[in-house]
């Protein structure tokens, strides 16, 4: 598709012609299939930890809108899958080198063309966002959509780093809980049920 066919889908909100850009879903799952994932969020708590070596061990490390790496002992250095639901710069993308660009957001406005013609590109569906919507209470979080699209995939392990629910902020920016959109006590529920029913999951906590 054309840069301007492209423009045009987006304005028009044709997302059947959008979802041509991206990978089906089952070449994330063969990607994925019997494979150690390592998802690292953006909780500030995270800079205090030692993990950046079991991060790196992970087979696939998905990281978040601006993947912040403060330091390699605590994030690990490699992004495999950026998963984002706003515009990265392209320094952040030269910096980080994802093999994979996930747009998770359902604002396709947004989608710069650039990152949705990257090899790999994968557009997370309107209709999981809403299903999610409705389980979370609040418009999910971009490392919500990313866990819940994990348990749809076959992975072996998935690790969940820098998850705290916003207790330690994030970060990605200076703001506080109740000048963000989604609602982290439900979405803490949310992955917390997913943990007593999956047990390939595990909370990695900080300390």
Not at 37 to 64: K, P
């Amino acid at each position: 598709m054309t840069r301007l066919a492209f423009t045009l889908a987006k304005v028009f909100r044709n997302e059947d012609a959008l979802q041509r850009f991206s990978v089906p879903r089952s070449d994330l799952a063969n990607e994925t299939e019997g494979k150690t994932v390592a998802v690292v969020g953006n909780a500030r708590s995270l800079e205090a930890a030692d993990h950046g070596a079991a991060i790196d061990t992970a087979d696939i490390v998905v990281r978040i809108n601006s993947a912040p790496i403060p330091s390699e002992r605590s994030h690990g250095g490699r992004t495999d899958w950026l998963a984002v639901s706003t515009p990265v710069s392209a320094a952040t993308l030269q910096a980080r080198q994802p093999s994979r660009h996930l747009w998770m957001t359902p604002k396709r406005r947004r989608l710069p063309y650039a990152f949705a013609a990257a090899d790999g590109f994968y557009l997370f569906p309107q209709e999981e966002h809403r299903r999610l919507s409705s389980e979370a209470g609040e418009r999910p979080t971009t490392g919500l959509m990313v866990i819940d699209l994990l348990s749809r995939l076959p992975a072996a392990r998935i690790d969940l780093y820098g998850f705290d629910f916003f207790a330690s902020l994030s970060l990605s920016g200076a703001r506080t809980s109740d000048q963000v959109p989604h609602d982290f006590n439900a979405e803490r529920d949310w992955v917390h049920r997913l943990l007593a029913r999956d047990g390939r999951f595990t909370l990695v906590r900080a300390g």
